[in-house]
């Protein structure tokens, strides 16, 4: 890496698009991720965080079909499910703070937060997911409510006739609190038509997050990489949510998300670890105005998560206890990590950890 670079970085000199491309094509893998490692230590110092957590995809049955999704099917197609109301309020019901959640995620808490994203289902009225939302914070009060992307955002928007506004402060009065990051692959529109062509453009996807920002809802950012993108079209992505972020901070973590190939329309390879590893440091050193970035251990691997601990991630998200979307694509990890596990997985890569909430309150430090 030039000198030059090198010194900027250290000072807390923003990158340059050119800069951030040189980056990518640099070999210094150790170079690069000493500078992210130190950015991250500005931010957090030695923490990094997890949360103990649950997913639930309420159906897998979606109008869109991207082309690197394994996790979609259509309505008719074998393996097209839908959860009831009472079945998704059921997963969470052994739970936050019982003895039965204490043995699955290991914790004396419970889970504090709930991680809700599906398919666009090409019959479900809004109202089924107001009522959702509803009805978790009716019975678990205290719990983080983090649900729905950008697009389903918009989808509600386009099926429910509201403007994207009143879908977000309807969810928001009913205990949505967080939106996750997922939707955003590419921004860039070449890559987009090529990959999930029936997706709303990166644009939309970043005006529905500066509308939920506005409206009190913090977000996540995720980026999909690995398959048919550019590093120039990478950075074109992290910088576009750096100028959003500069606008309304409402950002809480960015999360790049490894390309699974299996059982997907475009196939492909699975990132290389080395790949893994600059795109957390890179991202780490361009997004200077994101407090978190998450190394998504079931997308990156238990190992690689660890190492990137050291490269600019913060975050190795949570228990998560069912996962669909990176295991239909061929997930390399287990699937299941108790809160035990990660608290040594962070101490075995010479970090403190901190069990967060969905919206980073410390709640346990080790
Ligand atoms: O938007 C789909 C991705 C995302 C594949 O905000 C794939 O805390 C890899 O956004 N290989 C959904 N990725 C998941 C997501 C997420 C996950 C964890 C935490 C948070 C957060 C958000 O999954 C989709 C898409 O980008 N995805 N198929 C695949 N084959
Ligand atoms: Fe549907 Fe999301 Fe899968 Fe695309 S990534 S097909 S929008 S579930």
Redesign the pocket.
């Known amino acids: 890496m030039p000198e030059k670079l090198r010194a900027k970085i250290l000072s807390g000199g923003r990158l340059t698009r050119k800069e951030a491309v040189r980056l990518f094509q640099s070999d210094d893998i150790f170079g690069i991720g000493r500078l992210a490692g130190e950015a991250a230590r500005r931010k957090n110092g030695e923490k990094a965080f997890f949360i103990v957590n649950r997913h639930i995809n309420p159906t897998n049955i979606c109008v869109n079909r991207?082309k690197?999704?394994?996790?979609s099917r259509s309505k008719e197609e074998k393996g097209a499910y839908e959860l009831t109301l009472e079945e998704m309020l059921g997963r969470l019901d052994c739970g936050s703070g019982t003895k039965q959640a204490d043995a699955l995620s290991g914790g004396p808490r419970g889970f504090s937060e709930v991680?809700i994203?599906g398919g666009l289902h090409p019959d479900w009225p809004f109202d089924f997911y107001l009522n959702l939302i509803s009805a978790i914070r009716k019975r678990h009060p205290k719990l983080n409510i983090?649900a729905f992307?950008a697009?389903e955002i918009d989808y509600f928007s386009r099926i429910s006739g509201l403007r994207v506004h009143d879908v977000l402060t309807r969810l928001r009065d009913a205990g949505l609190q967080i939106?996750?990051?997922?939707?955003?692959?590419i921004f860039a529109e070449r890559v987009r038509n090529q990959v999930c062509p029936e997706k709303i453009p990166g644009a939309r996807w970043l005006e529905i997050m500066k509308i939920a920002h506005g409206v009190g809802i913090k977000?996540?950012?995720?980026m999909?990489y690995g398959h048919v993108e550019t590093y120039e079209d990478r950075v074109d992505h992290l910088f576009k949510l750096r100028e959003l972020q500069d606008k309304t901070g409402g950002f809480q973590?960015f999360?790049p998300?490894?390309?699974?190939?299996?059982n997907?329309e475009i196939g492909g390879h699975y990132s290389s670890g080395l790949d893994d590893l600059k795109t957390i440091a890179v991202s780490r050193l361009v997004l200077d105005n994101f407090d978190h970035i998450?190394a998504?251990w079931?997308?990156l691997g238990e190992k690689i998560s660890q190492v990137a601990l050291l490269f600019g991630a913060d975050d190795i998200?949570g228990t998560i206890v069912e996962e669909k979307?990176?295991h239909?694509?061929?997930g390399l990890t287990g699937g299941t990590m108790t809160r035990d596990d990660l608290i040594a997985l962070i101490r075995k890569a010479g970090k403190a950890p901190v069990e967060r909430d969905g919206l980073y309150k410390a709640l346990w430090r080790g």
Request: proline fraction near 5%; aromatic fraction near 10%.
């Open positions: 991207c690197f999704c394994a996790f991680h994203v983090k992307t697009v939106m996750p990051g997922g939707g955003a692959e977000t996540n950012a995720t999909l973590a999360i998300l490894a390309y699974h190939p299996k997907t998450k998504y079931i997308m998200d979307i990176a239909m694509a061929g």
